[in-house]
């Protein structure tokens, strides 16, 4: 059975930092890519960050890049996301999701091309 647990939010302050973890099991991890996406209240999703676990390639919205900053630890199955100087607009229930499709760039943030979701963690950002 494929699992994606997500951990690490709470409620921080503006300027402060989180390091978010999507514990994975049930499929070869070497074999997918990863990705992080948000989705705050009344907000569609938004891709934040992909690594590919086959190429080591590893990519982020464009908003975000200076901020985030996303990793894996192959031999725990696990990615990270490293969030920092964290504002408001940071607010949202983060997930992380799993696909071993080849994806080509245009599409590795796009939360409806991965197979598989977590249940997601919020993350509350005051100001």
């Known amino acids: 059975e494929v699992q994606l647990v997500e951990s690490g939010g709470g409620l921080v302050q503006a300027g402060g930092s989180l390091r978010l973890s999507c514990a994975t099991s049930?499929?070869?991890?070497?074999?997918?890519?990863l990705l992080w996406f948000r989705q705050a209240p009344g907000k569609e999703r938004e891709g934040v960050s992909c690594?590919?676990?086959?190429?080591?390639?590893?990519y982020y919205a464009d908003s975000l890049k200076d901020r985030f900053t996303i990793s894996s630890d192959n031999a725990k199955n696990t990615v990270y996301l490293q969030m920092n100087n964290l504002q408001p607009e940071d607010t949202a229930v983060y997930y992380c999701?799993?696909?071993?499709?080849?994806?080509?760039?245009?599409?590795?943030?796009?939360?409806?091309?991965?197979?598989?979701w977590g249940q997601g963690t919020r993350v509350t950002v005051s100001s």
């Open positions: 999701a799993a696909t071993n499709t080849r994806l080509r760039v245009i599409e590795a943030l796009l939360p409806s091309d991965y197979d598989y």
């Open positions: 049930g499929f070869t991890f070497d074999d997918y890519a």
């Open positions: 690594i590919d676990i086959v190429t080591s390639n590893t």
